[in-house]
């Protein structure tokens, strides 16, 4: 048994729109503290998780549970939003255009204080996400990114049990985006609170998350830290969503124990398999040299990226194609003849 309580917990939850099933039978927890990233293409029901387990949205099955309450259970109980403890920070931060940073800030905090505390209260917030002073701004006169950060200090204010980001950075450029992603994580962190990130960003959901939560078609295709799920997915389809990847057929059969034949030779592999499958090889496990003697791989791509080259081999008979990434160049040209190597044991899948 873990004895640690969740700050959320989610069991057996569908959900979806009329006759439209989205959610469907999704589990998991998060432990006090945790930031969870929702990864998943879009249109898998990212948002609509998020808009669950804030009150936006009544599920059909399963329940939720918020610290200690249960906050919706099947069709039959649904807790009101601002009833739940939850804050949430929209995509654009949906300011209101009227109100100061100071009133949008305040409107979260509990009623009860009195002016000076609430005024305090907010500097404090502010000075939190790193806008001290700007109270008596208006959103128009704020960029996306500080934007961003009043609608992060409103969902904090209340003092939430869970703050929901739902693509909170995606309006952003990319060195805004950076900057921002590496802050929140920072302020998330420091101050324990508990969080769940939607994003459809792979480089958002591995950078900032401690587990990260694959969402495909609507069900979890796996719960894992993020090097579990880029270095050993549940299944080839989380592979293939997750990170760079080749897929290729590779069988254990006729090879020594741990390793598989695959058009690129014999290659290491990780999970066991002994049945025929089909591997999969992230660029940063090939590496790709001159031939020693004759290859049947030649160099059809060459893309210098600034700290890494990317080089694309293919057979000559054009049905396998490897890619590698490597540091600076490796002054391989079009048309150069290559050997290609596995340099770490990768996963076989069935099929
Ligand atoms: N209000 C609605 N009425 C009917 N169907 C909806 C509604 N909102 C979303 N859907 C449908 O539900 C499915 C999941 O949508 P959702 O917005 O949760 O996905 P998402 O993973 O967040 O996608 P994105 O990354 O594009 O935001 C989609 O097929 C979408 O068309």
Known sequence: MNARPSALGIEGLS???GRHPVLDDITLAITPGELLAVLGPSGCGKTTLLR???GLHRISKGSITIGEHTVARDASLHIAPERRRVGLVPPEGALFPHLTVAATVGYGLRRGTTRAQRAAATETLLDLVGLPGYGKARPAQLSGGQQQRIALARALAPTPAIVLLDEPFSALDAGLRATLRADVRALLHERRITSVLVTHDQDEALGMADRVVVMLGGKVAQIGTPEEIYHTPATLEVGQFVGDSIAIAADPRQAPE???RTALGAIPILNG????GTALIRP???DITPAVDASDYRVTDVRFTGPATIITATSTD???RARSFTPGDKRL???DPVDIHVTAAVPVFPG
């Open 15 to 17: 959900a979806g729109y």
């Open 52 to 54: 669950s387990i804030a």
């Open 258 to 260: 741990g390793w598989a």
């Open 273 to 276: 398999a002994t049945k025929p």
């Open 284 to 286: 940063e496990q090939i």
């Open 318 to 320: 054009g049905a396998t």
């Open 333 to 335: 040209r079009l048309g």
